[in-house]
């Protein structure tokens, strides 16, 4: 079994920087690809950034996506942040896991982790 997690979020002024950070804990398991998303309220998850489990870093825009080996973790660096920045942001992962001695694939949401950014 796999479990994703994110944290990171809370409070932050306009114009400064935030990690967030994706954890993946379980067994048996090899991560394909980790993707960023933000969700503004009613509205569908939006795709932010990501990289592939054998990726080290990644930049989109603002967005800083890299990889902690030691933790095994994906961490995503928002720089420059901004009033519309705030949203919940999910990380999801994409990779393969042993069920019952049989190899299949899988794709899991963490809870999810809130930003808010201050004029």
């Known amino acids: 079994q796999v479990q994703v997690a994110e944290s990171g979020g809370g409070l932050v002024q306009a114009g400064g920087s935030l990690r967030l950070s994706c954890t993946a804990s379980g067994s048996s398991f090899s991560v394909d690809h980790t993707d960023w998303y933000r969700q503004p309220p009613g509205k569908q998850r939006e795709g932010v950034a990501g990289?592939?489990?054998s990726g080290v870093t990644a930049v989109t825009g603002r967005f800083t996506v890299y990889r902690d080996k030691a933790k095994n973790a994906v961490h995503m660096e928002i720089d420059s942040l901004k009033p519309e920045d705030t949203d919940d942001y999910y990380c999801?992962?994409?990779?393969?896991?042993?069920?019952?001695?049989?190899?299949?694939?899988?794709?899991?949401w963490g809870q999810g982790t809130q930003v808010t950014v201050s004029s």
């Open positions: 990289m592939p489990g």
């Open positions: 999801n992962i994409r990779g393969w896991r042993d069920i019952r001695g049989t190899r299949g694939q899988f794709g899991l």
